[in-house]
């Protein structure tokens, strides 16, 4: 379908620069600090900008100790492999430390939250994702422990800056000995009511990790951090990430070591957009409460949250299609075909009506239950929500730097489909 051809569309004009989903919005600062590295020379993986980004990352999360890795993937690796260490003892030099363990993870979320399990040698046991807040649910939880009570580590993402049902999840974690790795990649600076006082996400779990990827809230181009607060696994963390060398005056190791460590220079990018995460999270909410008010009156709702417990980032603004408006959309392992019906639409329709315009969403985190690599994997629920929001949701537009007036093409744009 040629959508700018097709009346519907008559006299809506593709934007002359592109929207994004979600694009690094740099302010200046940043420049200052990459400069300051440079022209000191301190451009490897030591220096003060390190030390600043790490410490107030730790102060804004609420955590005592912050350490910069190369990606929130490295830090989710580390963090993994410190939580099999202390579950079931160093692992072998070729092997890892879940070797011979399942894991309960996260369905719907970026599969960089879950590789980690596979890395050492774990497996990954998916676990459906609730209603109220996309996230993991807490009912498929407490079954999956039914079912395996031997379990003793849940890697949990709070999808799309949504905090999930932490208060939950972590009392059924405490009930069996179990360990939770947050993956707050998605939600730095999200908050959620945790017995009755607001706290951070990236500081509720055993082993916290946070990413600066160049579609997050705030970046450094790339680049993660661990958050903990204990100084011994901060330790730990640091030292396997630059190469676990033992302190002697030549290269010991007594560890597998890696080369993980956030640059001095990645950390200047940090460090100049730290001050700008709650402008980016004021600019996100405006964004997703534009969406809100310009699209009730089609049949579709936005990504849900719980206003009591909890404070979104915002990340990224998503829309559900009501079922009973979902024109014909199947998707195979590699593409898909929709059609259109009058009333109705789709994620393909309206994912393809953005992009002839010039404009970029995505859809929904295809469920890993789903994914080809992990297929065979239990999976644990008995409505596969994942499934659901995969199909009829997907990723609006959510750039802070969209104008209101683009964001109003955008809406405009969604209305015309479901013409
Ligand atoms: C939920 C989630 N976990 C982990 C990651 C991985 O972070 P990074 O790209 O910094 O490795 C991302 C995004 O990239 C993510 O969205």
Redesign the pocket.
């Known amino acids: 379908m040629d959508f700018r051809t097709d009346p519907r569309f008559r006299g809506i004009e593709p934007f002359a620069s592109r929207v994004w989903l979600s694009s690094p919005t740099m302010h200046g600062d940043e420049q200052r600090w990459v400069d300051d590295a440079i022209a000191t020379n301190w451009v490897s993986t030591v220096g003060r900008n390190i030390d600043e980004a790490e410490k107030t990352i730790a102060e804004i999360i609420g955590v005592q100790y912050a350490v910069g890795l190369?990606?929130?993937?490295?830090?989710?690796h580390l963090a993994t492999k410190l939580a099999g260490e202390r579950l079931y003892g160093r692992a072998k030099p070729s092997g890892g430390t879940l070797a011979g363990h399942k894991v309960f993870c996260?369905d719907v979320?970026?599969?960089?939250?879950v590789n980690p399990v596979a890395y050492e040698d774990g497996e990954a046991v998916f676990i459906d994702t609730e209603r109220d807040t996309w996230n993991m649910d807490p009912d498929a939880l407490k079954e999956a422990f039914r079912r395996y009570p031997d379990v003793k580590l849940i890697v949990l993402?709070?999808?799309y800056g949504t905090p999930g049902k932490m208060e939950e999840i972590r009392a059924i974690a405490d009930a069996h000995n179990a360990l939770i790795i947050e993956?707050?990649?998605?939600?730095l600076g999200a908050m959620y009511k945790m017995k009755g006082r607001w706290v951070e996400t990236g500081a509720i779990g055993d082993y916290n990790?946070?990413?600066?990827?160049?579609?997050?809230i705030i970046t450094g181009s790339?680049?993660?951090m661990f958050l903990t607060d204990s100084k011994e696994d901060a330790d730990k963390i640091r030292k396997w990430s630059t190469q676990s060398r033992e302190p002697a005056p030549w290269y010991q190791h007594e560890e597998i070591g890696y080369n993980y460590r956030m640059s001095n220079l990645i950390a200047g990018v940090v460090r100049g957009q730290i001050p700008f995460l709650n402008v980016h999270i004021e600019q996100k909410k405006a964004i997703y409460e534009r969406y809100r008010e310009g699209l009730k009156d089609l049949p579709v709702t936005m990504n849900p949250f719980d206003a009591k417990k909890s404070i979104p980032n915002y990340w990224l603004s998503c829309m559900l299609i009501n079922e009973k408006a979902m024109a014909p959309h199947t998707r195979g392992e590699l593409n898909e075909k929709w059609s259109h019906v009058r009333g109705k639409s789709s994620p393909g329709e309206i994912l393809a009506a953005l992009a002839a315009f010039r404009a970029e969403g995505r859809p929904i985190?295809k469920p890993m239950h789903m994914q080809p690599i992990y297929r065979d994997h239990v999976f644990i629920g008995r409505k596969d929500v994942g499934a659901d929001l995969f199909r009829r949701g997907l990723c609006l537009p959510s750039d802070n730097k969209m104008t209101p007036q683009e964001q109003d093409t955008v809406i405009e744009i969604i209305h015309r489909c479901f013409r």
């Open positions: 190369s990606a929130g993937t490295a830090a989710l996260s979320t970026f599969d960089a939250s993402a709070h999808l993956d707050a990649a998605e939600s990790c946070i990413s600066f990827n160049g579609n997050k790339s680049g993660g985190w």
